[in-house]
């Protein structure tokens, strides 16, 4: 099994040809602009990875986890953007990052292994007054029975090393939303495992997440993966 570890919201950069569309910065340090912590987890898991792919732009310019014709693919601030400065976003971040990922998995399937690929990101711990009950979520696909499978056994270790986290199955969101992992199932119906990883912000302080729960993030899916 190959290890594809990605994180499509580890940054808030904007060019600086766009930086006019963002008149407010405090949204750039918000949830909003990028998943708080999720880059300090992708670099720290890296090493277990066999290929990793990352992106600092904001998913406030346009969004890497989404479909094409997503209604979210740009934001309020981009979307007023001409119709040609949009395609050069696509065709300059988005098909540019997704891309590469897709062919690295695509050569990996080629080669008769199984992919795993990790997604890493991090998701506000209160949303519009909700607190949202959970330490670690695991998103997948529940009609992919691998993909559940591998979720139980990564529930499982994580809950071996540290009994006092709350991990939960497609919470805050659905595994099988609009997605990167959605888009990527489609195109590799077999030998494609993807998994969302999403980390509570609580943990985060300064973009740097705790270290115990990357710590244990660590130990759980080296483990995994070395069984595998």
């Known amino acids: 099994m190959k290890l594809v570890l990605t994180c499509e919201h580890g940054g808030n950069v904007i060019p600086q040809k766009h930086q006019h569309l963002f008149h407010d910065k405090t949204v750039l340090?918000?949830?909003?602009?990028?998943?708080?912590?999720?880059?300090?987890?992708f670099r720290h898991l890296k090493s277990l990875a066999?290929?990793?792919?990352?992106?600092?732009?904001?998913?406030?310019?346009?969004?890497?986890?989404r479909s094409l014709h997503h209604k979210n693919l740009f934001s309020e601030y981009s979307k007023i953007l001409p119709k040609t400065d949009k395609e050069l976003l696509i065709s300059?971040?988005?098909?540019?990052?997704?891309?590469?990922?897709?062919?690295?998995?695509?050569?990996?399937?080629?080669?008769?292994?199984?992919?795993?690929?990790?997604?890493?990101?991090?998701?506000t711990p209160n949303l519009n007054g909700e607190e949202r009950q959970c330490d670690i979520g695991l998103l997948y696909d529940s009609r992919k029975l691998e993909e559940k499978e591998f979720?139980?056994?990564?529930?499982?270790?994580?809950?071996?090393?540290?009994?006092t986290l709350n991990v939960r199955f497609n919470y805050p969101y659905l595994g099988k939303a609009d997605g990167f992992?959605?888009?990527?199932?489609?195109?590799?119906p077999k030998h494609y495992l993807g998994i969302e990883?999403?980390?509570?912000?609580?943990?985060?302080?300064?973009n740097v997440m705790n270290s115990k729960i990357k710590a244990v993030l660590f130990s759980a899916l080296q483990h995994l993966i070395i069984k595998k």
């Open 151 to 163: 979720c139980k056994q990564l529930k499982n270790e994580l809950s071996q090393i540290d009994n």
């Open 92 to 123: 300059d971040y988005y098909l540019v990052y997704r891309n590469e990922v897709e062919s690295t998995i695509r050569k990996f399937i080629e080669e008769r292994q199984t992919v795993l690929h990790v997604s890493v990101h991090s998701f």
């Open 181 to 188: 992992t959605t888009y990527l199932r489609k195109q590799f």
């Open 29 to 41: 340090q918000s949830h909003r602009g990028y998943d708080l912590g999720s880059l300090d987890v």
């Open 50 to 65: 066999d290929a990793s792919k990352l992106s600092e732009t904001s998913r406030l310019l346009i969004e890497l986890n």
């Open 197 to 206: 990883l999403e980390i509570n912000q609580k943990y985060a302080k300064d």
